[in-house]
């Protein structure tokens, strides 16, 4: 997929993040490579030094990849303790349901405790003594400012999206595709109909699908038919039967299968928690 990037806007956003917080922030792309330099992952004297041995970059990069390759599969926010005992956060940035990049931020310490890390920095030859030092410049963070921080660069996911910083950018062929797409929802949909529709052949179709979306025309229909069903799931009395016909799925059971595939929830359930939520 072709993704548009404002970096003015981006690198302006997360040089305000930063600044507000004093955590940094970087924008990473879908196949987790940097969207623009690395903004301030080595300005605490801590991460510098680790990052100047070479085995020590190369586990920053594995650490880094773990965390994104879990956001990957949950398609939510997570975080983890990387090698160097710092605790990370990922959030991965979703549209129409597509992971299009991440924002990854960290460097937070949760406790004061240096001696267990001893083991770790002295296998990449640091200098101990210098690093308990930087590892004490670090400010510690509690669970409750680390949930505050990860809610507000939620918000920040949204803010970007609704800017426009990252926006994907599709052919006449691919608009044409989507629009057809999303007005037929509730109708039978092929491929054979589709190609049809916008003058492609099928086989061009398929590929266009997967080098835009990475998914096949069929997972891309069932994405969407599946967020047009959390409206009628949580602003209607509808049954899941009924639900599932004015969404264009053959059945209950396929729609019920498909949605907790893609949401990792049943839609009764889906529809439980938000019901509740509201009610709170």
Known sequence: MIINYDMQKLNQTLQD????????????????SYAGNRSHW??????????????????????????????????????????AGLIDVGLPILYDDMIIGYLIFGQMKTKQDFS?????????????????????????FDSDKIQSVSNIAEMLVKYILLENMLK????QKMQSAVAFIEQNLDQPLSIRAISKE???????????????????????????????????????????????????????????????????TTPLKYRKERVTATLR
Not at 218 to 244: F, H, M, P, Q
């Open 42 to 83: 080595e300005n605490t004297h801590y991460c510098k030094a680790i990052q100047q041995t070479e085995a020590g970059k190369k586990l920053c990069l594995q650490s880094d990849q773990c965390l994104l390759r879990a956001c990957q599969k949950s398609k939510k926010g997570e975080f983890h303790i990387c090698h």
């Open 198 to 264: 916008i003058g492609i052949s099928k086989s061009v179709l398929y590929e266009r699908f997967h080098s835009c979306f990475q998914c096949t025309v069929s997972e891309y229909i069932n994405w969407k038919r599946v967020e047009k069903s959390i409206e009628l799931l949580t602003k209607t009395d509808l049954s899941i039967e009924e639900i599932s016909q004015k969404t264009g799925f053959s059945s209950a059971a396929y729609y019920s299968k498909i949605f907790k595939k893609v949401k990792h």
């Open 116 to 140: 267990r890390l001893k083991p770790d920095l002295e296998k990449l030859g640091l200098h101990i003594r210098k690093m308990e030092e930087y590892y004490q410049e670090i400010p510690m």
């Open 17 to 32: 993040f930063y600044n507000a917080t004093g955590i940094n922030m970087d924008l990473l792309k879908a196949d987790f």
């Open 168 to 171: 994907p950018d599709f052919d």
